[in-house]
């Protein structure tokens, strides 16, 4: 274990500080990549020449294939970071990563050809446009399989670099690296593809993640290699691989936010209750697997450790609540459309309103881990939610289809300071309860928990929009009864979709205002439990 530096071989020390710095930047990296693509698929679209009825639908796959990927990756990683060491399962990783990069900037030319000329031997003849769609799905799922491990076994390093009590301010560090990654790809991307093709994106990731692997292996060189004793649970991993998979597949759910808009708000599609179903049933053999195996990929046990479990309930409801304000935005600029001169000027406005809320949100990582080693734990995280829950709550008062862009923005502003003050001392109580031969597993929790609440976020408030808006639409067609005029109908059903973004708002306050009691059951200071 390591306080202020390290030392080994001789007097030389490590200022672990100096070490986080370099795992920060292919966290970046890695999350950059999460979303970057949504600045890309049009014109991506575009060059593969696929068809407008089903472009979209199967372009998507580029988002939802990396996202489920990146959520298997980090569901065993965490643990093969605590039997196999953190730095060699981390240097992987970045290896893996850098092929899938070097595999989609390449996707189209031989790649693609070597994919057709397989499905030709088979009596296939296929569109060469979805073959290439095909290869560059695969290289994202390759890139998803080594970013998705890079956070978790970041936090892990937290713990292995930095004494309980010290961790808060270096887990916000990698809390905020990896938010702004995620939340500045569009821009990036956008800006990117701006001075040359799509492919240089993932030509640029070649160079910075070979720097990156070079760095942390001198920052690493130092520090003591964590391992503990024990087999890997590749049946449990299995499982609930198997139930993660189902839930982002039965929920239809991804992270990218940059086209939410009214035409996409649709229920959960046919194949919902099947997938969801398997999914549940996933996951209760994970369970009765775990109790029995002697080394499982996730000790149970853990979760009657107070601070745990109370951590664990709070990051569902921040993840849930993240996402209200990230899809809020870009919904209510494209309802007020009309008020935009042209697309481009609709998509500057939400990423500028986005901004207003992840920029504050990522900034707010870092003082939520000074605020925790001054206030405490269970002070820090009730005070972040109360201010996003009065953010939430203002948004329900106040929405309408006039509502200035400025107030919109300050709104949001106290929403991500407040969710963002959560991020450290959550990440801090969990990874502190676990034991040392669990600190991956725990750190992937972090994630995973974050992730899932995000995924039940957006699938459950596009079907609740979906029906909540044809629902007042539909009453306010009966109340006007013959005296409808058709042409009332955009107004109402603006009117009405307004009147639904402010009622998420609601839940957003609701939700937060429920989380502050699993949060008043942490402790002062996330101690390490006792053995």
Not at 468 to 473: E, K, M, S
Request: charged share 15%; proline share 5%.
């Amino acid at each position: 274990m390591l306080a202020n530096k390290t030392k080994n071989d001789g007097d030389r020390a490590v200022n672990p500080w100096v070490v986080m710095a370099f795992i920060a930047i292919p966290v970046f990296i890695g999350s950059l990549d999460l979303t970057v693509v949504s600045a890309f698929l049009p014109e991506l679209i575009n060059e593969l020449q696929l068809p407008v009825q089903t472009a979209l639908d199967d372009a998507s796959w580029i988002v939802t294939a990396y996202l489920l990927a990146y959520t298997i990756s980090l569901t065993f990683m965490g643990r093969l970071s605590d039997l196999l060491g953190r730095r060699w399962v981390y240097v992987v990783c970045l290896v893996v990563f850098i092929i899938g990069s070097i595999w989609v900037a390449i996707a189209t030319t031989w790649p693609a050809d070597w994919l057709y000329d397989l499905y030709r031997r088979m009596g296939e003849r296929p569109d060469p446009a979805y073959v290439k769609l095909q290869v560059i799905i695969v290289g994202r799922v390759v890139e998803a399989l080594g970013a998705g491990a890079l956070v978790p076994v970041s936090l892990a390093l937290v713990g292995d670099l930095f004494p309980p009590l010290k961790r808060a301010r270096p887990l916000g560090l990698v809390a905020a690296t990896d938010t702004l990654g995620w939340v500045l790809g569009p821009v990036y991307g956008g800006l990117f593809i701006q001075i040359m093709p799509w492919e240089g994106l993932f030509w640029m990731n070649v160079p910075l993640t070979l720097l990156s692997l070079f760095l942390v292996l001198y920052g690493l060189r130092e520090v003591p290699q964590v391992r503990v004793k024990g087999r890997f649970d590749y049946i449990g991993t299995v499982l609930i691989v198997g139930a993660l998979s189902c839930l982002s597949l039965g929920l239809g759910a991804n992270v990218d936010i940059s086209g939410a808009s009214l035409e996409n708000l649709s229920p959960l599609p046919e194949y919902a209750a099947p997938v969801l179903g398997l999914g549940v049933l996933l996951f209760l053999g994970f369970i009765v697997v775990e109790r029995r195996f002697r080394d499982p990929l996730i000790n149970l046990a853990m979760f009657a450790r107070r601070n745990l479990s109370a951590a664990s309930v709070v990051n569902l409801f921040v993840g849930y609540c993240l996402f209200i304000g990230l899809v809020n935005v870009p919904l209510l600029v494209n309802i007020r459309q009309e008020s935009v001169a042209t697309l481009t000027e609709a998509a500057l406005e939400v990423g500028l309103l986005l901004s207003t809320l992840t920029l504050p949100m990522a900034a707010a990582a870092i003082p939520g881990g000074w605020l925790s080693e001054r206030i405490g734990i269970r002070n820090t995280v009730v005070s972040g939610l109360g201010l996003a829950l009065v953010g939430f709550a203002w948004v329900f008062f106040t929405w309408n289809i006039d509502i200035s862009t400025a107030l919109v923005g300050i709104q949001n502003v106290l929403i991500g300071i407040g969710i963002g003050l959560t991020f450290s001392p959550v990440s801090a109580a969990i990874i502190n309860s676990a034991h040392d031969e669990e600190r991956g597993v725990a750190s992937a929790l972090v994630i995973i928990l974050r992730l899932v609440g995000m995924t039940v976020s957006v699938a459950s408030l596009s079907s609740l929009a979906f029906y909540r808006v044809n629902a007042l639409v539909d009453a306010a067609q009966t109340s006007l009864g013959t005296t409808f005029d058709p042409n009332q109908y955009q107004q109402v059903y603006v009117e009405s979709a307004i009147k639904v973004l402010g009622e998420m708002g609601l839940i957003g306050a609701i939700l937060c205002a429920i989380a502050i009691v699993p949060a008043l059951m942490l402790g002062r200071q996330a101690s390490p439990p006792e053995k």
